[in-house]
């Protein structure tokens, strides 16, 4: 890989050949696990932490909105903020702040400490999420991107599985603070990965306003977010109200619902695999599939979940479906815009953020004029049509 300087101070980077470099695509995944696993906690946490606090539930919870707020400001705008920093040296620095942002609230008094650390933990999640498609793809080469990203990815497929079960164990046997100690400690260890593993990352596109608004005109890159956001938004409309569906499921038991969850989150990393192994060479069909996946799974649930046997396996293929998305939406930016990728970046991280925020709010209003099974078929409707979009944008 060889570098050269551009009229505007960046550098030009040749990607045509780059050494692969899978120790620090494997460092990146544990920076991922350890940011994901910090955004979890309070919800293994939440009733521990508002009773220390002397707070309300309600308002603890404002632990995770505070982060999902300053990751959608976060995401798009920290490649203008750093417009020549060293890569290496910003997601180390965003890898450090995530380790002060667990320890304040580990240490915290109240909640506005809280709050405060967590919109650290926003900074940093968004800034290395905007940041790692651009960086993967200094580390491999072309035709690998798809598979480090999927290796990458597997830090969020972790985190979901592990991040909140392990949380409440740990909680019940330490205290909620000290959870937050072992999550710094965590982020102690992908700090370490990251300096040995990564080299030296120079920029390779310009950050500016100007850009970042330019790349946003794009008709490819609108299209993407508009799909993006459907599938991300449809997704959320129906998870966030899967405990009420799976309600319905005639003599479900607590451990029964265990299962299920567990099982969802094991078909996640599975999904997720899966995603590497198709995006290389049929990204077409991954972009389409997964989403199809999704509304298959809500549409099943939601006109007949009232068997187990058969809410697990659309709670099973409702994993697969999710846990494809973000390596499937990640090489999609890369083969539409592999000028800007950390633009791309910023905005499809501010876009599924804030489509997180709205679908959970419009499914929430939908739960309550019609019930939730209008809102599991309206989410995997709108799954459905976002695949369909961002496989139609381009032949790819």
């Known amino acids: 890989m060889t570098a050269t300087q551009t009229a505007d101070g960046t550098t030009a980077v040749d990607r045509s050949a780059p050494p ?3 120790w620090a695509v494997g460092a990146l995944a544990l920076g991922i696990f350890t940011l994901v696993t910090a955004e979890f ?4 946490l939440l009733s521990p932490m508002a009773h220390d606090l002397g707070v309300s539930e309600g308002m603890a919870g404002q632990t995770v909105t505070v982060t999902a707020l300053m990751g959608a400001v976060t995401a798009p705008t920290l490649a203008i903020l750093l417009p020549r920093t060293d890569r290496r040296v910003v997601m180390v620095g965003l890898t450090a702040l995530a380790l002060v942002s667990n320890l304040l609230v580990a240490i915290s008094p109240g909640l506005v400490t809280v709050l405060l650390a967590r919109l650290l933990l ?13 960086v993967t793809a200094q580390l491999v080469a072309p035709d690998h991107l798809g598979r480090a990203m999927m290796v990458v990815n597997s830090g969020v497929s972790l985190a979901t599985v592990l991040a909140v079960p392990v949380g409440a164990f740990l909680g019940e046997l330490w205290g909620w603070r000290w959870v937050f100690v072992a999550a710094g400690g965590t982020a102690v ?7 040995v593993t990564l080299p030296r990352l120079p920029v390779t596109s310009s950050g500016s306003l100007r850009i970042l608004l330019e790349t946003a005109r794009r008709r490819i890159v609108l299209v993407g977010m508009t799909a993006t956001a459907l599938i991300a938004g449809g997704h959320f409309a129906g998870f966030t109200y899967l405990r009420p569906a ?11 619902l265990a299962g299920l969850l567990a099982a969802y989150g094991a078909a996640s990393f599975v999904g997720n695999i899966l995603s590497g192994l198709l995006a290389d060479k049929r990204l077409r069909l991954l972009v389409v599939a997964a989403p199809v996946l999704i509304g298959v799974a809500t549409v099943t649930l939601a006109l007949g979940g009232t068997s187990y046997a058969l809410v697990a396996a659309t709670v099973v293929l ?5 846990g494809g ?3 499937a939406v990640q090489t999609w930016i890369a083969r539409v815009a592999p000028d800007r990728l950390e633009s791309m970046g910023g905005l499809f991280v501010a876009t599924f953020q804030i489509a997180i925020a709205l679908g959970a709010a419009v499914g929430g209003l939908v739960v309550d004029a019609f019930d939730v099974r209008t809102a599991l078929v309206l989410g995997g409707v709108a799954a459905v049509l976002g695949g369909a979009l961002l496989g139609a944008a381009r032949r790819v």
Not at 41 to 44: E, N, Q
Not at 122 to 134: D, K, P, T
Not at 318 to 322: A, E, L, S
């Open 41 to 44: 906690l309070p919800a293994s």
């Open 325 to 327: 998305i973000p390596t």
């Open 246 to 256: 799976l309600d319905r499921v005639p003599l479900l038991t607590a451990a029964g």
């Open 318 to 322: 409702w994993g697969i479906g999710f």
């Open 20 to 22: 692969a470099s899978w």
């Open 189 to 195: 260890l992908a700090l370490v990965a990251q300096l």
């Open 122 to 134: 926003g900074v940093a999640l968004a800034g290395f999420w905007a940041m790692v498609l651009a």
